[in-house]
């Protein structure tokens, strides 16, 4: 066990994910340090060394970020998001670099709604682009899941998603991985 945060006490964290890029891991969780619900980061060695004590942020705009995910790729790291920063549940995603600078501090834009229904992002990368992928109910009825492809500089592929899952059940909490190659979606 690692303690990220050694005041984590004094203050809410919730919903951690972690990932491994270049050498290191990349935790990203809820943060309430300023009575606000920001996403901060914090990056740790195999050894268990946390190299950012209490971590940084991510995105800091003032109770907008939860439920975050986070994947590697050889080099960086791509932490996503729900945000409400617009009046409404959309998804954002931030590259971090292996030491610790945030390249996209006023995020980027995955989903693009007014409904706020999209909610529970996860992230992959095949070797080339990152594939987010999340819950989305647009529609109204059941919840289905969309994907959109984001180039490894940032660039946002697929404005809109793509449909990955229409059921009369609908489609919750999906996750990605990556053999390399193509991605899977869960």
Excluded: H
Excluded at 50 to 77: K, Q, R, Y
């Amino acid at each position: 066990t690692v303690r990220v945060d050694e005041y984590f006490w004094l203050r809410e964290r919730e919903n951690p994910a972690v990932a491994f890029a270049n050498s290191n891991y990349l935790v990203v969780w809820n943060d309430e340090r300023d009575n606000n619900n920001d996403l901060y980061a914090a990056r740790v060695a195999p050894a268990g060394v946390v190299l950012d004590p209490g971590g940084f942020p991510v995105c800091a705009l003032g109770d907008a970020a939860e439920n975050p995910d986070v994947a590697g790729s050889g080099m960086n790291w791509l932490a996503v998001w729900e945000d409400d920063r617009v009046g409404s549940d959309d998804i954002y995603a931030a590259r971090v670099t292996p030491d610790g600078t945030v390249l996209d501090p006023g995020s980027i834009r995955i989903t693009f709604d007014t409904q706020n229904m999209m909610e529970k992002a996860a992230a992959g990368y095949n070797g080339t682009d990152w594939l987010v992928a999340w819950e989305d109910g647009r529609n109204g009825g059941p919840r289905e899941v969309y994907a959109a492809r984001l180039t490894g500089s940032g660039v946002l592929l697929d404005t809109g998603g793509i449909l990955l899952c229409r059921d009369s059940t609908g489609g919750y909490l999906p996750d990605v991985a990556s053999d390399g190659t193509n991605w899977i979606v869960v």
